[in-house]
């Protein structure tokens, strides 16, 4: 294991990353935090054979520059990262890369333990009372033992069934999004979540972290111990994040339902689905839409057929069943989704996956568009859940720009409904 601590060991290794393929893993200086909250303290770099490590922060070794780590990254050599989502945030470089997460969830269908492996040399500091910046108190060679052995135990082979999706498209979208951060009212987070102080910049804002390893890959979205998927409407939890000019909203209208009529081929009225079915189950909007969702989620009751779009759901169901079991795997527009990931599966299981996974690889697609659209722009992307789309944009925001993001997010006939709130609460 060598140690990069000159300009001439930087350019003795250039011509190995350019011609052979390396492994990446880098260490940032408070791992407990967000990459956009702390930073790197130094990269491991496993090429040809050998071990390298590089420093930015760490004090056991002279510290190179990110100039120096950018030049030696922009090699023609092909690059696995371990955890790439938030590589992209530390190093800005269009350089295409792989990644290791993707790689060992798709491959053992488990998300890799980053802090187990490290907890044996880590334990000892947190006994003493430390709890952060723990990889500068550690020795770096100590730090590269373990890394190595990381890197021995898990190699890297085939690629694995979907991971183009994932490694080109959906991890760096949910790492440009992640990159915004949230701007929060201090006091009023602090109250509401006692281990927030810690993941507070400066500017008040706070960082999410998506992970798209579920089965479906439809992303959670935890960090800091707040979970951003599922923040409560009405304790006031929304209360804590404000805007830098006023919050938009972007919901899709029944979405579900209409991703449905395009699965089957039925065309959905272009006004209020939800009362469209209401109306024909003869009941009021609001207990027609629970017995909408009961009907699509849990499955169609025979007295519910004779209405067109649900005996038209209910075959495509069954066909959707049949057709999966004789494959071996649910087939969305860019993956492969082996039954036996699904515990348990049954004919309304498999359709209810096949319906996240469509609406993430949608999402994914249109969030592509978005960040493309806004960059450079003075709209922030604050939040990505499911079905809607916050975000942070100037009192006096051009129109035509929040017009041309509607048009965006309703591409292929999904109309959404926009509401507007200085704070998420209030949305």
């Known amino acids: 294991m060598q140690v990069i601590e000159t300009l001439s060991e930087v350019q003795n290794l250039i011509p190995l990353l350019n011609t052979q393929t390396s492994y990446w893993f880098p260490m940032w200086v408070d791992m407990g935090k967000h990459p956009m909250n702390t930073q790197l303290s130094f990269v491991f770099i496993r090429v040809d054979g050998k071990d390298y490590i590089i420093t930015l922060k760490h004090t056991d070794a002279s510290p190179l520059t990110k100039v120096d780590l950018e030049t030696i990254w922009d090699t023609d050599g ?188 039925f065309e959905l009225p272009k006004t209020s689905v939800h009362q469209w079915l209401a109306d024909q189950y003869g009941c009021e909007l609001g207990e027609g839409k629970g017995i909408t969702f009961r009907l699509l989620y849990g499955g169609i009751d025979d007295d519910f057929r004779q209405i067109p779009f649900l005996n038209g759901v209910a075959d495509y169901i069954i066909g959707l069943w049949d057709k999966s079991v004789k494959q071996g795997y649910l087939q969305t527009q860019y993956r492969k989704i082996p039954l036996n990931l699904i515990e348990d599966p049954n004919p309304q299981k498999v359709f209810n996956y096949l319906l996240q996974a469509i609406e993430t690889e949608m999402n994914i697609d249109k969030l592509r568009r978005i960040l493309d659209y806004i960059e450079g722009s003075d709209i922030r992307f604050t939040l990505y859940t499911y079905d809607s789309f916050l975000f942070d944009v100037p009192m006096d925001v051009d129109k035509n720009k929040i017009k041309d993001l509607k048009e965006i997010i309703e591409v292929g006939g999904f109309p959404i409904k926009a509401s507007w709130g200085l704070d998420y609460g209030k949305v």
């Open 78 to 265: 092909a690059k696995w990262v371990f955890g790439k989502k938030k590589w992209l945030q530390t190093i800005k470089s269009k350089r295409e890369c792989n990644d290791f997460d993707t790689y060992h969830y798709l491959s053992k269908h488990s998300v890799f333990d980053y802090e187990k492996p490290f907890q044996p040399i880590i334990n000892s500091l947190t006994l003493l009372g430390y709890h952060s910046d723990v990889v500068q108190s550690l020795p770096l060679l100590k730090l590269g033992g373990v890394i190595e052995q990381i890197m021995d135990e898990n190699p890297i082979s085939e690629l694995p069934t979907n991971f183009d999706w994932y490694n080109n498209i959906c991890i760096p979208v949910l790492s440009r999004i992640e990159e915004y951060g949230v701007r929060v009212d201090r006091e009023k987070i602090i109250d509401r979540w006692s281990q927030s102080p810690k993941h507070i910049t400066a500017s008040n804002t706070i960082y999410t972290e998506y992970n798209p390893y579920t089965t479906t890959g439809r992303p959670s979205n935890r960090h800091g111990g707040i979970n951003f998927s599922a923040l409560n409407k009405s304790d006031g939890s929304r209360d804590c994040f404000v805007s830098d000019g006023i919050f938009l909203q972007m919901d899709y209208d029944a979405y579900h339902p209409r991703i449905i009529g395009k699965l089957i081929g």
